[in-house]
T-cell receptor
Framework: GEDVEQSLFLSVREGDSSVINCTYT??????LYWYKQEPGAGLQLLTY?????DMKQDQRLTVLLNKKDKHLSLRIADTQTGDSAIYFC?????????????FGAGTILRVKS | NAGVTQTPKFQVLKTGQSMTLQCAQD?????MSWYRQDPGMGLRLIHY???????DQGEVPNGYNVSRSTTEDFPLRLLSAAPSQTSVYFC?????????????FGPGTRLTVL
């Protein structure tokens, strides 16, 4: 089955690192994504990782993938108030529905100054 | 490029009314889709299209129709609105179908059905 789970809320202080965790169930996922949604806006792709990779770094963002445990994490270094948003983990189910993304419920990140 | 655009941004309907949510993209993308976002849940796929003239159902298609007469446009029709359709609707597009093709999302339409 397809299911993606995330913790609902994370609060950090400005300048600290944030780590948002996600677990997924479909072992055939080929791509895993992190999207950011700011209030009243659509989803913005932050980064993604291919399933044969363990880690991907992109400036302040680090994605770690543990395929054995089906666990994905997003680390934001030096978190800023502008990082306050909802972060969605998603897996790509390409074998049906064309290019379907299965989303988690989202993690609300609150950054305190 | 305007990317993916959606209209209207907000809409209030009465139960039983019909309406069309518009979605357009100017990136010549083949794949387009509609999701709904409900509180505490991830986005769920309503309908999708892999090219002009081709549409298919997603996970939660009941109460919605779509058409794809052009590559650019992918309208979503609510036939007879129900309170359960109160949600935020997102349109997305990608160059091609298949995993790994980045999907671009529109800003969303917030729909309330009374």
């Amino acid at each position: 089955g397809e299911d993606v789970e995330q913790s609902l809320f994370l609060s950090v202080r400005e300048g600290d690192s944030s780590v948002i965790n996600c677990t997924y169930t479909d072992s055939s996922s080929t791509y895993l994504y992190w999207y950011k949604q700011e209030p009243g806006a659509g989803l913005q792709l932050l980064t993604y990782i291919f399933s044969n990779m363990d880690m991907k770094q992109d400036q302040r963002l680090t994605v770690l993938l543990n395929k054995k445990d089906k666990h994905l994490s997003l680390r934001i270094a030096d978190t800023q108030t502008g990082d306050s948003a909802i972060y969605f983990c998603a897996e790509s189910i390409g074998r049906e529905y064309g290019n379907k993304l299965v989303f988690g419920a989202g993690t609300i990140l609150r950054v305190k100054s | 490029n305007a990317g993916v655009t959606q209209t209207p941004k907000f809409q209030v309907l009465k139960t039983g009314q019909s309406m069309t949510l518009q979605c357009a993209q100017d990136m010549n993308h083949e794949y387009m889709s509609w999701y709904r976002q409900d509180p505490g849940m991830g986005l769920r796929l309503i309908h999708y299209s892999v090219g002009a003239g081709i549409t298919d159902q997603g996970e939660v298609p009941n109460g919605y129709n779509v058409s794809r007469s052009t590559t650019e446009d992918f309208p979503l029709r609510l036939l007879s609105a129900a309170p359960s359709q109160t949600s935020v609707y997102f349109c997305a597009s990608s160059a091609l179908a298949g995993a790994g093709n980045e999907q671009f999302f529109g800003p969303g339409t917030r729909l309330t059905v009374l």
